[in-house]
């Protein structure tokens, strides 16, 4: 109710300073809401499909945010979806699981998860970013950092083939690479909630979702100002937008990792990296096709050391399975040069 009142009254323009600011608090917390709601869905479903409901919802919002912001200026975000996704790689990959890495070390010294959930996760990531992120730039059908309708065809159907296989090994056929070696503490959680309380939550979380897209289309105009004053790159839209969706997934996993549940936390960070690339290029591919615009998907050379360096280290200190506060330093340090150098390129 909150969420559309404060959405009628900055589409209405009344009081636009109030109404903005209003806007943006209020839409950072339905996003909250959103996957709060979606956390008790996962509660009661448990794991691993407790934080694939989690990737799903934040992915939702995300890509609604994207579609909005195409639907409204075509022409002006072309690379949208590519900045977006890219900053949800480097988000989740260095921002993300360097402050869980670091937090469970500080509070643990050792903390241990399976690391073949971990690699089966980094493979298809790896797999993803590359042919979708990088391979664009060498492509010969078109010039730039496009794709042909085939190829982008092409590629939003082979995201979701990667990123659905992933699920299937998650939830299926490998279910126990995802589960902790050893039970968890009882007191970490608290009981399932009733069956009633599930349904009540996804409700409310369809809810949640529909308003976060309306009040991020109110917002949006007023961020690309903020960013176009200042002098930023048009990138750090893309940023911004990763890092609000992303958000609360990553104080879940923040507090995971500091309640000792390493396993949950990673399962939380890289499912969201997937679902970023995997559900979100269909989509945008197909609005793209839809709209007969041009999408920007390869990424600059800057770019893509910066993910070639982020995939080779998270296969170091993920792929043995026992990480400390040295590695989550490392990749809080490859964080901070990518937010440094997406405002001073």
Excluded at 32 to 60: C, K, S
């Amino acid at each position: 109710m909150t969420a559309a009142v404060t959405f009628g009254v900055a589409s209405a323009g009344l009081a636009a300073g109030a109404a903005v600011a209003a806007v943006a608090v209020v839409l950072i917390a339905t996003v909250f809401a959103a996957v709060h709601h979606a956390e008790v869905v996962a509660h009661r479903v448990g794991e691993p499909f407790g934080t694939l409901v989690l990737a799903v919802a934040v992915t939702v919002i995300e890509v609604a945010l994207i579609v909005s912001l195409m639907l409204e200026s075509p022409a002006a975000t072309a690379s949208l979806a590519r900045d977006t996704a890219f900053a949800a790689v480097m988000i989740v990959c260095n921002g993300i699981v360097g402050l869980s890495l670091l937090a469970g070390g500080v509070r643990h010294f050792e903390q241990d998860f399976q690391f073949r959930g971990a690699l089966a996760a980094l493979a298809v990531l790896a797999a993803l970013t590359v042919l979708v992120l990088i391979l664009p730039n060498y492509t010969t059908s078109t010039a730039g950092p496009t794709l042909s309708p085939a190829q982008l065809i092409f590629a939003g159907i082979v995201s979701l083939l990667l990123y659905g296989a992933f699920v299937f090994v998650q939830t299926v056929r490998h279910r126990d690479y995802f589960l902790p070696e050893q039970a968890e503490d009882e007191d970490a959680h608290a009981l399932p909630p009733t069956r009633r309380a599930s349904w009540t939550s996804f409700g409310l979380l369809v809810v949640s979702l529909a308003a976060v897209v309306g009040l991020a289309k109110a917002l949006s105009p007023t961020l690309e100002r903020i960013v176009e004053d200042a002098g930023a790159p048009r990138a750090v839209v893309g940023i911004v937008i990763a890092g609000l969706v992303l958000m609360p997934e990553g104080l879940a996993a923040l507090r995971a990792a500091r309640a000792n549940r390493l396993q949950t936390s990673m399962n939380l960070a890289l499912g969201s990296a997937l679902a970023s690339i995997g559900l979100t290029v269909p989509v945008v591919a197909a609005v793209s096709l839809w709209l007969g615009q041009p999408l920007a998907l390869g990424l600059s050379a800057k770019d893509s050391v910066l993910l070639m360096l982020t995939l080779l280290l998270a296969v170091i200190t993920l792929g043995t399975g026992r990480t400390t506060i040295l590695q989550g330093i490392v990749h809080l340090v490859i964080f901070a040069a990518f937010l440094f150098l997406a405002v001073v390129p």
